[in-house]
Structures are given as C-alpha cells and as structure tokens.
C-alpha cells in the first residue's frame, strides 16, 4: 500500500518560534497561517518541555511508544511479537521524542530533539528531516 503522502498537512510552529507554519510531509509548500493562536493554549501550555510523550495514535499493526526521557526513545511492537527501539542520550547529546503522530504503515511524525520534525520509518531504518520547528500536528485533509 503507498502512503500519499500529499493527503496530509503538518503545522508547526517555526523554528523563530513566531510562526505558525503549513506544510506537506515533505515539507515543502510552506506557508505562514495568519491566524491568532493566542487563544488556542496559554503560553504555558506551548512551553511544556519533555512531557508530551506516551503512546502515539494507533494505525495498522503496529503500536508505538515514546518515553519521558531521552534514553527511553521510541518503541515499538507489532502483533506478531517483534519489536524495537531506538534512543539518543550520551552525556553530550540528548534527543527527545515527542509529539508524534502514527501515520500509516511504518510512518511515523515527531518532534526530535528541540526543533527537529522528522519523518521516521523504523522498517527501512530510515528518518529524515521535514522542518526546523516544534510542537507538529498532523491533519488529513478532506
């Protein structure tokens, strides 16, 4: 099954932190939403650090998990008992997973680190970089 990957949207907040930024998966086509988001969170809401992390949206056989710290990563597992995980945390580098939404198959979208979104299949081994920013939130469009 190919994923079309032009049936989704991802916003995000840019990495100046002032814009809320569309785009595609493969992060073209972006444009500044001129919207006031003001009233959607508090600031507070927007400045949690590392805690938007657990399990992400289930979508086809596989489930996956974030942890709290960096060490934890991501995890994964499906129904026939396999199962990974991949994680970053040296005393140098730290990378945190968060945010992140299943998208279909083996696709996976997140938050890396501070102002990485990514887009990660784990069966190709494979991730790669969508946008500078934070806090992605993936739509389907109609």
Do not use: C
Not at 64 to 89: C, D, L, P, Q
Not at 122 to 138: F, M, N, Y
């Amino acid at each position: 099954m190919k994923i079309e990957r032009f049936r989704y949207d991802i916003y995000y907040i840019s990495d100046n932190g002032k814009d809320f930024i569309k785009s595609d998966l493969d992060g073209k086509n972006k444009e500044i939403v001129r919207k006031d988001i003001a009233g959607l969170a508090s600031e507070k809401d927007f400045n949690k650090s590392f805690f938007e992390v657990g399990e992400l949206n289930k979508n086809g056989t596989w489930e996956y998990r974030t942890g709290t710290w960096a060490v934890e990563g991501i995890k994964g597992k499906n129904n026939n008992g396999e199962s990974f995980r991949y994680a970053v945390e040296t005393p140098f580098l730290s990378w945190r997973i968060k945010n992140g939404t299943h998208i279909e198959k083996d696709l996976l979208i997140f938050q890396l680190g501070s102002d990485q979104i990514v887009a990660f299949r784990h069966d190709k081994k494979q991730i790669s970089l969508i946008a500078k920013g934070s806090r992605p939130v993936v739509v389907q469009r109609k």
